[in-house]
């Protein structure tokens, strides 16, 4: 079978940083629920291997775009919690810039193909 | 009976043998896996089948420690340079002048000051070309095998440097100047054993760096 493509593994890559900092705009979270979440979101299209989330989550907490506390799950397990920082909202206002100026063009270019 | 936290204990065991640290981000990593397996096994699967599943989801372990690899290389670097810094510093403004001070100021026969002269040329012979030694050195892929090759030297360093400086220092009675060419090659000796263990992990990092 082989409907809807998935999405190649440099354009999940790309797109992490944002969906991250988008779904935390929502509220704190932590990663086993953003994979969940960004799954479901593309009905199953954009699947990252679970371990890597982690280093782009270190890497942006060092880069001070977001901040992590450990808590407890409702079963009592250890949890790391991730939530936005303020240079994290700037970061996410840029990536959405970006990516609407990309999604622009593209649409722009293949509405002039079926002119 | 299939006993799943053996099962996710040994996961740990590849994770950490990779280089993934604990407990940061190991157990992090683990609070997903478990995560994962209690959601499959809440659908109805068995805890063997979802632990193999979870761990298949979740990634090889060596691909993971590269990422992790690239986020900490820039706290690295800020740390290498302050190691760099020091190094220098007390080489160069320390024990350098303290040297040539020594051998101006006393009367030493031939064979002392040519110790001591080779000494500061290979000490600085090392401390310029600290990067580039690695290359001399093999890789040594088993993180476990490679650490104790590398702690085993820079323990044989350090008891080398006591031995030598009780033996030397004690039995003989020397010169002012005897002495620092001989505290030297007591640090020279030490210096030599956390060489080849600094050298192991820089040549490992360089397989890393080319692999990834």
Redesign the interface.
């Known amino acids: 079978m082989y409907s809807v493509p998935m999405i190649r593994k440099e354009l999940v890559a790309a797109s992490a940083e944002p969906l991250i900092l988008s779904l935390l705009a929502k509220g704190e979270s932590y ?2 629920a953003i994979i969940q979440e960004v799954k479901l979101r593309s009905e199953g299209k954009l699947q990252w ?4 989330l ?3 989550l ?2 942006m907490e ?1 880069r001070g775009l977001i901040k992590a506390r450990w808590g407890e ?1 409702e079963t009592g ?4 919690y991730y939530s936005l920082k303020k240079d994290g909202k700037t970061a996410m206002a840029k990536h959405h810039e970006q990516w609407s100026l990309v999604h622009s063009v593209l649409a722009g270019l293949k509405k002039e193909q079926y002119v | 009976m299939f006993d799943l936290e053996q099962g996710i204990s040994s996961w740990r065991t590849h994770m950490l043998a990779a280089g993934i640290k604990t407990p940061v981000p190991l157990e992090e990593l683990e609070s997903h896996l478990r995560e994962g397996v209690q959601e499959l096994t809440a659908s109805g699967m068995e805890p063997q089948e979802a632990l193999a599943a979870a761990i298949k989801k979740f990634g090889l372990p060596m691909p993971l420690q590269a990422e992790f690899t690239k986020v900490d290389k820039k706290s690295h670097l800020t740390e290498q340079y302050v190691i760099k810094v020091l190094v220098y510093t007390i080489w160069f403004c320390l024990v350098l002048p303290t040297y040539l001070y020594t051998f101006y100021k006393y009367d030493m026969n031939w064979a002392w000051r040519s110790a001591g002269i080779a000494n500061i040329i290979f000490g600085t012979f090392l401390i310029l070309l600290y990067k580039k030694i690695n290359i001399w050195f093999p890789i040594i892929p088993n993180r476990l095998r490679r650490q104790t090759i590398g702690i085993s030297a820079a323990v044989c360093g350090v008891a080398g440097m006591v031995l030598f400086m009780n033996f030397i220092l004690l039995h003989f009675s020397l010169t002012m100047g005897q002495v620092v060419v001989a505290v030297l090659c007591g640090l020279t000796v030490m210096s030599i054993g956390g060489g080849i263990q600094a050298g192991l992990e820089e040549a490992a990092k360089r397989s890393t760096t080319t692999t990834a």
């Open positions: 990663g086993y291997t679970d371990g890597m982690y280093p782009v270190h890497r060092n799950s397990r250890k949890r790391k």
